[in-house]
């Protein structure tokens, strides 16, 4: 049994991962992007959660595979199927692997408004809060109420209100 929780996998030449023989994993909050294949296996069950498939060449279960997803979104159609909420890249948004803290790499959401004119990205606070973890890859707070589908959290800064008290300014 494979458990992948606050992960990437990411520029695979083939699957991201494959799981044979009957095995069985569960995937929490990882993101699975710009693979030649997402996933593969033959005879076993995958169950993903809070997960984000975004830009892979070929899609959910393209194996003889047992999926099953909540909270979790592709941009492949053929996802659809299996509980994924499928979304144009467009409105993904993923940006490109590059170190944002933490140990390793990972793909982050955009900061700013989409092309849309909406949020900046729909994984943004789309996770089921059923299954969202305490952190995301690189050890940032994922909020219990609202996550973001995939492994990063994208952390909101608020400035401190600026004004005066009292008089007014001298």
Request: charged share 15%.
């Amino acid at each position: 049994n494979l458990k992948l929780e606050n992960t990437t996998l990411t520029g695979s030449t083939g699957s991201a991962f494959y799981i044979a023989n009957g095995g069985n994993a569960d995937l929490r909050h990882v993101t699975i992007a710009n693979n030649d294949r997402d996933i593969g296996g033959n005879g076993s069950a995958l169950n993903v959660y809070n997960t984000l498939f975004a830009d892979n060449a070929v899609g959910c279960n393209s194996l003889n595979l047992d999926l099953s997803a909540i909270g979790s979104i592709s941009t492949l159609t053929e996802c659809g199927d299996y509980g994924f909420s499928i979304q144009p890249t467009l409105f993904i948004e993923l940006q490109p692997l590059a170190d944002k803290g933490g140990l390793t790499q990972t793909h982050s959401l955009p900061d700013t408004l989409s092309v849309n004119g909406s949020r900046p990205s729909f994984a943004i606070d789309q996770g089921d809060s059923d299954y969202c973890l305490p952190i995301d890859q690189r050890g940032a707070e994922r909020p219990a109420s609202a996550c973001d589908v995939g492994s990063y959290e994208r952390v909101i800064f608020t400035l401190p209100e600026i004004g005066t008290s009292g008089g007014g300014l001298a």
